[in-house]
T-cell receptor, first 113, second 113 residues
């Protein structure tokens, strides 16, 4: 079945860039997502990218997709303490027409002053 | 922004007891989902629900689990006889179309003692 892997922790200094990486196995993935979870809150969709794109930028967020290597990354520029959260990578495909996202374990981003 | 609401935020139960986790999806949404996350593990898909019936379910969603949309606004997950390994954070999600943005609730932390 589909699998999504990401590292569990990332620690950065405030003002630096953060890069969170993710790999996935489903070659038919159509959409790839980044979700953010703050303490006590639900999963908030940050951004997503279609599989026919290789980059998407949205303010401080840059998503890079290497479809050949099945590698997705999220870069957060000028990381702030408010960016501290768990970031989940997810992918979905048109399998059965359901587009049900498959998630990784989440990467805990810790931003220190 | 509209929200998916889940209650309770925490539920403690004894092994073997029945629990019902409640969700109020966003009002014009048609597709409903339950996911769970065991501590330190991946966010796992349990079940999807559309047009008053289950459209897809994972291997985790066995006979002990059931879902219901009793009144057109609530969407519930019932676990008939809880086991220790059912302890997890349970997330409800909804969306307006099968390939639209998925909105998550803040989760119910279920602890089975």
């Amino acid at each position: 079945g589909e699998d999504v892997e990401q590292s569990l922790f990332l620690s950065v200094r405030e003002g630096d860039s953060s890069v969170i990486n993710c790999t996935y196995t489903d070659s038919s993935s159509t959409y790839l997502y980044w979700y953010k979870q703050e303490p006590g809150a639900g999963l908030q969709l940050l951004t997503y990218i279609f599989s026919n794109m290789d980059m998407k930028q949205d303010q401080r967020l840059t998503v890079l997709l290497n479809k050949k290597d099945k590698h997705l990354s999220l870069r957060i520029a000028d990381t702030q303490t408010g960016d501290s959260a768990i970031y989940f990578c997810a992918e979905s495909s048109a399998s059965g027409g359901s587009y049900i996202p498959t998630f990784g374990r989440g990467t805990s981003l810790i931003v220190h002053p | 922004e509209p929200e998916v609401t889940q209650t309770p935020s925490h539920q403690v139960t004894q092994m073997g007891q029945e629990v019902i986790l409640r969700c109020v999806p966003i009002s014009n949404h048609l597709y409903f989902y339950w996911y769970r996350q065991i501590l330190g593990q991946k966010v796992e898909f349990l079940v999807s629900f559309y047009n008053n019936e289950i459209s897809e379910k994972s291997e985790i969603f066995d006979d002990q689990f059931s879902v219901e949309r009793p009144d057109g606004s609530n969407f519930t997950l019932k676990i008939r006889s809880t086991k220790l390994e059912d302890s997890a954070m349970y997330f409800c999600a909804s969306r307006s179309g099968v390939n639209e943005k998925l909105f998550f609730g803040s989760g119910t932390q279920l602890s089975v003692l």
